[in-house]
């Protein structure tokens, strides 16, 4: 070939024929070349491990890094669309959780740039919770709770009586010990464990009919009260056992190990545990505008959808009992569509009630306890309003429990020198708002005695059955009815040891007594006093509440402070002072009075003078939890005529306490 006919390659083919031989393809520079960058989207709405419930909405926040625009957002639920692409900001869309089944879900949102390139965030798990349910609180004797192993600031026993944080129930079950278990006992198809997460919450472990399930680290760098910290559905329809297992161990970042039972939410729903004697809402004085109330759950009579519950919205509307006892519960309903209610006692301004929730509940929403052996009046009323997240302000009356339960610390028992009250270790019976954790009284000296003075017709002894208890003799008005061997292999805490029925309707005297002996199987002779159930008389008296703020209580002396607002008070509010010679005045007419106040760690030494003659001194001091609305001094037998009674401040204390405060809560005449 000639030099002539030899082809010329021009540069532009010489980087052509190198590109062929490296195996690349030349491609003309393409719009994405000129934009360089990246989006990042992240779920903001809900957070990982919430509850949700309703129609809510899921929100994305999008952040672009480079010269990339976004063309819209596409939410979606267990990799399904959710609605329609979201073209502009605010990236959000309504998500109805009741069109999903209760249970786990994950949530994903997928930002799409201008040239189709989809970006995807982190996965968002949370918690559908539709169905309704019962809500079993933390006291509730379905729940078994056993001690763990004690280390360093970390003592074995559960303390029931926590009253720190807005939990369900108002109380709630604390432990930081390896080993120690509440263990629930339920039938359902779903269970939700209600806890807490916290920056100083521990690790628990959980066991679903005693197989491991999971470890949970409850640490959370803010806190999350009423939290539902574990959850299970699709169980078989029968028995179960749930059981929460402190750990005694703790994340890097958390400085204690605090595990806490706050309740159990069980469905399909069902009445809650009957407390006493269950009256049903037909029992009930209606005025103002009640209508049967339907609901997906079942009524406390057995009846599902309506007509076994009455509910209302109407401002006024009333629902008013009468019952002869010491505590009265209130079976209602919470859920997103209720609202608050006004409860009256024996006449006075008692509580407002806030029925709100997110997820629907057959619950009790309310209870009144440690009140005077007597007749009492207990009235609900509308008021109409609601809570801000509310959608409505129904209120749901399904049925009341009432009962005359006389707790160990009750100024009608009487024990010897040798009986240790106080024992705070166990769910013992007497848990409340008022009372934090319920206690109980023991002996294992021959001879000690408890000994219950009442009028009625029966009673009978609450106690425990344990491995290590033994003998008791039981006199019924001081003779002997009964022997009482109260082992057992297993703890069974509030066990009734004894009854006796059919008694004439007057006075009497029921006396457990000591006797030292065991029997062959048990480890000690401990006997235990954890409470009385009694059937009052029917001529029991009509009570009639007085709050502190009546004009029928008169106040001298300086130093007192009135209206401060705390919701565990009688009427929510109560006046104190600490300064000495102060004095509150109720006068009255009457044969019997109470005068309802606190024991607490800030509260001092308190005369007593009754018609201006001194009857008492009394140390309002509590060495181990705060008693609201307690009765601190009562007086029977009085003449039926005008009384005085005054509550003087002496400006003293007990060497423990930190304050001089004596607190009027609220007098009860009858």
Known sequence: MSEREAPRLRPAYVAVL????????????????AQVGSVIVTVTSPTSGSTVTGTITVSAGVSVVGSLTVAGVQFMVDGANLGAEDPTPPYAVPWDTKTANDGSHTLTAVARDALGVSWTSEPVTVEAANATVTRFENTDLSITYTDGTAAAGRPPAWWHGSRSRGWSGKIASFNRSEGARAAFSFTGTTVRWIGFRAPWAGIARVFLDDVFVSELDLYAPSEEERAVVFSRTGLPNGSHTLTVEATGRKNAASPDYAVVVDAFDVAPASPPPTAGTRVEETALTLTGGWTPAGTTGVWSDGTPEGGAAVASATPGAQATFSFIGTEVRWIGFRGPGTGIARVFLDGAFQAEVDTFAPTEMQAVVFAATSLAAATHTLTIDVTGRMNPAATDSVIVVDALDVR?????????????????????????????ANTGTGSAAFSRTAGANATVTFTGTSASWIGLRAPWTGIARVLLDGAFVAEVDTFAPREEIQAVLFSAAGLVDAPHTLTVEVTGQRSASSIDSFIVVDAFDLTLSSSAPPIRRFQETDPSTTYS??????????????????????????????????????????RGFNTGIARVWLDGVQVAEIDTFAPVQEEFQAALFSATGLADTSHTLTIEATGQKNASAFETWVIVDAFDIY
């Open 18 to 33: 190198l590109f062929a031989m490296l195996g690349l393809a030349l491609i003309p520079p393409s719009p994405a070349s």
């Open 557 to 598: 002396g300086g130093g007192w402070t009135q209206g401060t607002n705390f919701h565990f008070w009688s009427g929510e509010a109560a006046a104190y002072s600490g300064t000495a010679g102060a004095r509150a005045t109720f006068t009255f007419t009457g044969t019997a009075v109470r005068w309802v106040g606190q």
């Open 404 to 432: 005359a339960r006389i707790e160990d610390p009750d100024p009608s028992l009487a024990y010897t020198a040798t009986f240790q009250p106080g024992n705070t270790d166990k769910a013992w019976s007497g848990a409340s």
